[in-house]
């Protein structure tokens, strides 16, 4: 069960206090997403641009700071982190990015900063223990320097893992990213101790090759997993009328673990036929959809509410138990 930038239906994403509720309701790793400052120190926000995820709109030094960026071939305005040194983003604090939805979570607002990279790492070890090693699944976002001169986000991530000590295949943390380009340059800077890779698959009909069988093969050349989103994972079911997904089934094949993104709780974020009630941001039943995806045979739910899926998984747990002691 893998904590979506900590817990962010309980508390305002990429803080402390989300990745440590994460932890506590049962999350065996914690995602951070990675951007970078302008002296290149690995940040966590979920994308580069500031102004949805903290108060730097309110920061009248920062004033001149905003600017509009080309962000995936369209222009983007704010403040992005690649204009702040480590220092500046620090005087920053964070705020809820969806407050309509979740706006008991704006109560955190301002009470948290900006992490790196390294302390979050730094608290998955802390509240590892002998019997239970709390992982991090690192997503690289996107780098686009000011000047378009600057070190790569693959030469970044790879020197700051060997820092910490944790660029092994065997340690605990993992990396995703969407762009395969990453994913190589990561492993052909890092060699044999390059931790484990995972593809992440977007719905775009561009990333439609990638879950082919001749895909899959393709990515076990350079990463251990998959990630598709759920919207995929529960189409490609539907082929199977919910009882198997193929997709699933090709990428064990091809010894590729598989996650899917991302579980939310909110009616907003479900079908129809799980919504409770007709509020937006109300709860629904996630426990069902969570079932669903494990019924289907993936490894890992990558999720913003924890403790739903970790209650999905073992009441699926006991009922196996239970069904195999009759048998």
Partial sequence: MIGHRGAPSYRPEHTTAG????????????EPDVVVSRDGVLVVRHESE??????????????????????????????????????ELRTLRA???????????????????????????????????????????????TLTWPDDDGP?????????????????????????????????????????????????????????????????????????????????ILADAGTTGGVRSPLVDDAHRAALSVFCWTLRAENAFLPEELRRGSEPGALGDAFAEARQLLDLGLDGLITDSPDHAVTALRTRARVRTRQAAVA
């Avoid at 440590?20 to 790793?29: K, N, P, S, V, W």
């Avoid at 020197?159 to 492993?187: H, I, M, N, S």
């Fill in 152 to 232: 790569s986000l693959a030469e970044l991530t790879a020197g700051e893992l060997r820092r910490l000590g944790v660029a092994d295949p065997e340690g605990p943390v993992l990396v995703q990213t969407f762009d395969p380009r990453l994913l190589r340059e990561l492993r052909t800077r890092l060699g044999e101790q390059c931790p484990r890779l995972i593809q992440l698959i977007a719905d775009l009909p561009g990333f439609d090759p990638m879950v082919t069988r001749a895909g899959l093969r393709e990515i076990s050349t350079y990463a251990q997993g998959i990630a598709p989103s759920r919207e995929r």
């Fill in 95 to 141: 705020v809820e990015r969806m407050p309509a939805l979740r706006p008991l979570n704006t109560a955190f607002d301002g009470r948290f900063g900006i992490l790196t990279l390294a302390e979050v790492i730094e608290l998955a070890r802390r509240r590892s223990t002998p019997e239970r090693t709390v992982q991090v699944l690192v997503e690289l976002k």
């Fill in 50 to 87: 500031l102004s949805l995820s903290t108060d730097v709109a309110d920061h009248a030094e920062f004033a001149d700071r905003r600017t509009t960026r080309e962000v995936h071939g369209r222009p983007v305005t704010g403040w992005f982190t690649e204009d702040f040194t480590l220092a």
């Fill in 19 to 30: 990745y440590e509720l994460a932890i506590d309701q049962g999350a065996d790793l914690i």
